[in-house]
């Protein structure tokens, strides 16, 4: 029997989804420095200059939650039509939607309408499910010795693209390098390449799926997924360690610009600056580390150090005084957060059963939904209070997954 994860069709696509993810990422990361300066900036013509900045935070925080609370609907859905028409036609629907998404968010920037940044995240959201029809790819060509190791170099991609989407979404934006630089022109780069995207799929990209699997769908399956994921006996506490996890992290990701526009000043040019840099950490985490631990080390061995050492990072990130201090802090949550995700989807993905890797990683799908949804809904109110306290909210997440997870690897 040949290897999966070494035969010539495996790499072609592994390559290929590869270059998808990091295409991908760098449209995220385009966007990522412009929301919050574009709904903090009392100037900004999205709402009315009378609303206080506390007000502009809880919207915000709203707006950000749309998206994962329709990927939360859209995402398992997506995982199992994957399942059965394959992952390529579905690769390329997700990839459709997300142009779309971008194209009305400029739209929205343009016209001053609040209205279409919500309807452009929703649509975006519910056909985002590229991530995990990649990752139900990832499981169909890798045996269980090279999971962690192929989902580590899609985290490089990540990580890759991360530390160029950032930095052009910071530049883009900036009116400063060029006088037709607007808040909208990254999103209208983030739908260029995501038309590149779409190329990239329908040229290079091999089906993965081994033989279909018919099952019913619903609108309801991430409700389904969520209740088999919180109540399977086999499964529970692992999908409660990923949910808290990724519920801490989600407060990090998704709110730590406004720590950084509020404690230090930044502009999206800052902010871009200053992922791309965590990004350039990620990349060298999990395309160099976390691929040579996973080599020596099963995923359970390296969880058990990987998560109480990102809950403690990220308590440490909102202690410096001065912006230059943040940089010396970063390289560890990198570190970290490299080597956690990875070997948390490569531990769901072996404890899936035959035949149902697309819906494992679908109801994996929703809980990440979930735990990407409330943070940033809490994270309005709470930063109205404190602004450190969504990252000691993300400390605090995290270290209750980690007990989860040890929990989990005892039985």
């Known amino acids: 029997m040949v290897n999966k994860s070494s035969s010539g069709s495996a790499k072609l696509s592994l390559g290929t989804i590869f270059f998808t993810v990091f295409l991908d990422l760098v449209g995220v990361g385009i966007v990522l420095p412009v929301t919050v300066p574009l709904l903090l900036n009392p100037q900004s013509a999205l ?30 859905i997506l995982g199992a039509l994957s399942d059965k028409y394959g992952r390529r036609r579905l690769l390329l629907l997700s990839l459709a939607g997300t142009c779309l998404g971008y194209l009305v968010f400029a739209l929205g920037i343009y016209v001053g309408s609040i209205y279409l940044l919500f309807l452009s995240r ?15 790819s990832i499981a169909d060509i890798s045996d269980d010795a090279s999971k962690a190791k192929n ?34 022109t990254p999103f209208l780069f983030a739908a260029l390449l995501s038309l590149v995207n779409i190329a990239l799929v329908v040229r290079n990209f091999s089906e993965t799926l081994p033989a279909p699997v018919n099952r019913p769908i619903n609108a309801f399956t991430g409700i389904k997924n969520l209740q ?65 631990l996973a080599v020596k080390y099963r995923p359970q061995q390296i969880l058990r150090y990987s998560l109480p050492g990102l809950a403690v990072a990220l308590f440490c990130v909102m202690l410096p005084q001065h912006a230059w201090q943040l940089y010396l802090i970063s390289p560890f949550i990198a570190l970290f957060q490299g080597s956690s995700a990875p070997n948390t989807t490569s531990l769901v993905s072996q404890n899936a059963l035959e ?5 494992m990683l679908g109801i994996n799908q929703s809980v990440l939904a979930m735990g990407l949804a409330i943070p940033p809904v809490v994270a309005g109110f709470i930063d109205t209070i404190d602004v450190r306290l969504p990252l000691i909210a993300a400390s605090g997440s995290v270290l209750l997954g980690y007990v989860l997870m040890m929990r989990f690897l005892k039985k």
């Open 47 to 76: 709402l009315p200059v009378h609303f206080s900045e506390a007000y502009r935070t809880i919207i915000l925080g709203f707006l950000i939650a749309s998206y994962p609370v329709a990927s939360f609907f859209g995402g398992p």
């Open 122 to 136: 929703i649509i975006d959201g519910f056909t985002g499910g590229n991530i995990s029809i990649v990752q139900s």
């Open 151 to 184: 989902f580590g170099l899609i985290g490089m991609a990540f990580g890759v693209g991360f530390i160029i989407g950032p930095f052009l979404g910071g530049k883009l934006s900036d009116p400063n390098l060029l006088p037709w630089f607007n808040y909208d």
């Open 228 to 292: 088999q994921a919180f109540t399977d006996p086999r499964i529970s506490i692992l999908f409660a360690a990923v949910f808290f996890y990724n519920l801490g992290f989600s407060f990090f990701t998704q709110f730590f610009q406004v720590f950084l526009v509020k404690r230090f000043g930044f502009n999206q040019s800052g902010i871009g600056d200053y992922f791309a840099y965590i990004g350039f950490c990620i990349a060298l985490v999990q395309g160099i580390v976390v691929r040579r």
């Open 355 to 359: 035949g149902q890797q697309g819906k």
